[in-house]
């Protein structure tokens, strides 16, 4: 019997094409010292594995990324389930979403349906081992014959994202590669390894600034919705080995509670096998809180994904490093000590740590991962459908019933575009084709968009359309009472961030019929006036029409007092050709409306500034590469200035406007002297000097000095976040951040909406709202110190005067009520800006945008 068996599976083996391994083709073993695969290489190698794979892997190019590498899903089932995977596909969708489907009838569907999990890897590309593990994975998938594997392919579909981030991965290899054998082998790379985000593309997964979380917001959330994804990242090299599901405390509630059972579910599963093979060093339910930032493996559970992730341990890239037993630590959330406990049974001893270290530990967790969908595919398959279907009943039976975004809002253009986001999203929303009232008696215009929270994601629906409150409890509180650091902010609010008027609605809306299927149009319309056209300066689309208008050189003016139906801060546009109009409206959505008579009066001739944006090395700046993305998306031309440039001085000569993005003065300057803030990284290592002296920047005095003949010369200065420390302290403005050394006991403040008034009489706040929301993230706020020259000082932002708080958390706070939150200072024959709150944070802050885009024109 044994005989024949092993005569069978030979066979099997033998009628496969030959499978070249990962070592054979990249010429080295995968995760061994001082080696790393580039992109090219390894998208070569998925394409040869679909073409020896024996029908069971297949390679789809989703598209290219930011700067134009191929971005792979890779599938990988047995060869009948990629026969069938459209068909097995409809039934994932079905399950996922089974309003309508009757109980026998998902039996059915799930006795059929195949398990799906997706996976990616190395989203942070410093973080190389996913992206290095992942061929061996797909390898082991398609060449092993045992039944452990055979269960695996025919019970699960996996969805393999080879790097979440190509562009990173042939940075930080090309950089790697460069310093080998030198004093900086391993060492950082010193710009950001996306072009815009750096180690912010986590943080896009509801916004889908960029083209690999769009690709990734089709996989996980239009495409298909997998029953469980996770993320392969590293961590600091002093802790656990490696950190596996579930999350620690606190939780975000408003998913259903069978994702937060999963991820124990799976996680005690890989937990399991991990201490199986003889890894030690797993630490589970510790150091990553259930209420993280909503990137894509926080964001899944309210999709009804079991959302999880991995940490390793960092080697220094590809080089391994050597730690000492005593250098250990424990002192994260969930590891007060480094000893056992039981999430931490097993503590690594310490010694060398390598790549492939890192390497065998993941790979035991993706196969984990599999092997615990297989086992039990009909049971994820019936979760996934009870998930989605009480989620659609908690969303029918609670309050409000639906959110509406008003047709009638200050910017209809950035709503829609709000909205489109949400559709990316896999957010079902409707349209009323005609004007509608309330059970309330409140009244909307036709075109107003409906968001019903009886759909499976409702908890996400909750988050991005709601008022959120981070908790405020145990979990939350140190000891001594002190408020702990959320992982990132407090809120995802996205409506608040943009500046879009969301209601809640307590009944259901029956005049919404319109389901869209893809994003709403947002053409413009044009009229032609006898004096030409006027531009809605409410709309930030306007700035980008204007852009546009002025990169073909028409002349454009802007309205300074009302009058006639002009608002203040309206573009007129004398002339331009039909054909650019035409054009532009489509691309923008902008709506040209008639002018009939010139204006000159109260209106003014536009100037759009030369703009300078600094950027810095030093591992980059990750507000500098986002400031990049909201200008090109707007259309307003810079140029990127670096140290040497401004240490040359004469910056007038270039520039009208130089921006500095949020940044510690320290970062700016280079300069040792001023490091007043712990600007270390937590867990992870420390080094004199990691970058070569090329790459150490700081603009140091020569560029501080530089700066201040810039301003005093008539050029503004703009300074975003904690940058205005650097400008009220080096150009000596008689300004103070009110919440400077603040315990955080007595104010405490991350990243939350927080209500302000806006003079939107001053040019620098011309369509604004009166009062609105702006993002506070640990930011500064001002008081113009008593001086013999406070007419030199404008107040263009002030916080409300009680009842700060929208969403988020808030700490303490009276301090900020009635406190200047941006103030433009007259310096010799030019200006410093102060915006104290995250204007453009990561390209979501819409609501906000125009405070800088009006200082960059005149
Ligand atoms: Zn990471």
Request: aromatic residues 10%.
């Amino acid at each position: 019997m044994t005989v024949i068996l092993a005569f069978l599976t030979l066979g099997v083996a033998q009628s496969q094409t030959h499978l070249t391994s990962p070592d054979d083709f990249f010429g080295f073993r995968l995760g061994s010292d001082r080696k790393m695969a580039r992109w090219d290489k390894l998208v070569d190698y998925y394409r040869l594995l679909e073409k020896e794979g024996g029908g069971r892997l297949k390679y789809i190019d989703m598209g290219p990324t930011t700067m134009g590498n191929p971005f792979l899903l890779v599938i990988v089932s047995s060869p009948a389930n990629l026969t069938n995977l459209e068909r097995l596909r409809q039934v994932n969708s079905r399950i996922s979403d089974p309003r309508g489907l009757s109980e026998p009838d998902a039996r059915k569907l799930v006795s059929e349906g195949k398990a799906v999990v997706c996976q990616s890897m190395s989203l942070h590309a410093t973080e190389i081992g996913g992206a290095q593990m992942a061929p061996e994975l797909a390898y082991d998938l398609l060449s092993r014959q045992d039944e452990e594997t055979k269960q695996i392919l025919d019970n699960v579909i996996l969805l393999l994202v080879p790097s979440f981030n190509p562009d990173g991965l042939n940075m930080v290899a090309d950089w790697y590669a460069k310093n080998l054998g030198t004093e900086y082998e391993g060492g950082d790379l010193p710009w950001l390894y996306h072009k815009y985000a750096g180690h912010d593309n986590n943080r896009d997964a509801f916004q889908l600034n960029l083209p690999e979380s769009r690709y990734m917001a089709k996989i996980l959330f239009t495409d298909w919705t997998p029953q469980a994804y996770i993320d392969h990242h590293h961590m600091g090299s002093y802790g656990a080995r490696i950190y596996v599901p579930p999350y620690a405390e606190p939780v975000r509630p408003n998913a259903d509670p069978l994702v937060w059972r999963e991820l124990s579910w799976y996680g005690a599963h890989i937990a399991c096998k991990e201490e199986e093979a003889g890894m030690s060093g797993v630490l589970n339910m510790a150091q990553y809180s259930g209420w993280g930032h909503f990137g894509f493996h926080w964001v899944t559970p309210f999709h009804n994904i079991t959302g999880m992730l991995t940490e390793s341990a960092s080697a220094k890239v590809a080089t391994p490093i050597f730690i000492h037993p005593d250098q250990l630590r424990g002192g994260a959330r969930g590891l007060p000590v480094y000893e056992e406990q039981t999430t931490f049974p097993n503590p690594w001893p310490g010694g060398w740590w390598r790549l492939r270290d890192i390497v065998d530990r993941q790979k035991i967790a993706a196969w984990a991962l599999l092997d615990q969908a297989a086992r039990n595919r009909e049971t994820v398959l019936w979760n996934a459908y009870l998930k989605a279907r009480r989620q659609t009943e908690r969303g029918a039976e609670g309050k409000p019933a639906v959110y509406v975004v008003s047709a009638n809002q200050h910017d209809p253009l950035t709503a829609v575009k709000m909205v489109n986001t949400l559709v990316l999203q896999g957010v079902e929303v409707k349209q009323a084709p005609k004007a509608f009232i309330t059970a309330a008696g409140v009244s909307y215009p036709a075109g107003s968009f409906v968001i019903s929270l009886e759909q499976p994601n409702m908890g996400l629906i909750r988050y991005l359309l709601g008022r959120t409150f981070y908790p405020d409890n145990d979990w939350t509180r140190s000891k001594d009472g002190s408020p702990i650091r959320p992982y990132d902010m407090a809120t995802d609010t996205m409506c608040e961030f943009m500046g879009v008027r969301v209601d809640p609605v307590d009944q259901p809306v029956a005049a919404a019929s319109l389901k869209l299927t893809a994003a709403a149009p947002a053409a413009g319309k044009v009229e032609r006036g006898s004096a030409g056209f006027v531009l809605d300066g409410r709309l930030n689309d306007s700035f980008r029409a204007v852009n546009l208008l002025l990169d073909q050189s028409a002349s454009i003016r802007r309205v300074d007092r009302p009058s006639g139906g002009l608002r203040t801060g309206d573009f007129l546009v004398a002339s331009a050709p039909d054909s650019t109009v035409a054009d532009i409206a489509k691309q923008t959505g902008v709506d040209f409306r008639p002018l009939a008579t010139p204006m000159n009066e109260g209106t003014h001739e536009l100037k759009r500034l030369r703009t300078g944006m600094y950027q810095r090395y030093r591992g980059g700046n990750i507000d500098e590469g986002w400031t990049r993305l909201v200008l090109e998306q707007f259309a307003f031309p810079y140029t990127t200035l670096l140290d040497t440039e401004v240490k040359k001085g004469a910056l007038n000569d270039k520039y009208d406007v130089i921006i500095l993005p949020d940044d510690s003065t320290f970062m700016l300057t280079g300069d040792k002297a001023d490091d007043r803030r712990d600007e270390g990284r937590g867990g992870t290592r420390w080094r004199e000097e990691p970058y070569p002296p090329e790459y150490r920047s700081g603009f140091g005095k020569e560029g501080v000095e530089a700066l201040k003949t810039f301003a005093e010369k008539g050029g503004t200065l703009v300074t975003l976040g904690r940058s205005t420390d650097f400008a009220i302290d080096k150009l000596e403005l008689p300004v103070r951040n009110v919440v400077a050394n603040r315990p955080a006991r007595e104010f405490f403040c991350p990243g939350s909406t927080l209500r302000t008034r806006f003079d939107n009489t001053n040019p620098l706040a011309y369509g604004m709202p009166a009062e609105g929301l702006v993002l506070f993230f640990y930011s500064p706020a001002f008081e113009i110190l008593p001086n013999d020259f406070n007419e030199r000082y404008e107040v263009i932002a002030t916080y409300a005067d009680r009842d700060l708080l929208q969403s988020g958390w808030l700490v303490g706070g009276d301090e900020l009520a009635k406190k200047p939150a941006m103030v433009a200072a007259r310096y010799g024959q030019g200006k410093v800006i102060l915006i104290g709150f995250r204007t453009q944070h990561r390209a979501q802050t819409h609501g906000t945008y125009k405070l800088l885009f009006n200082a960059l024109m005149r």
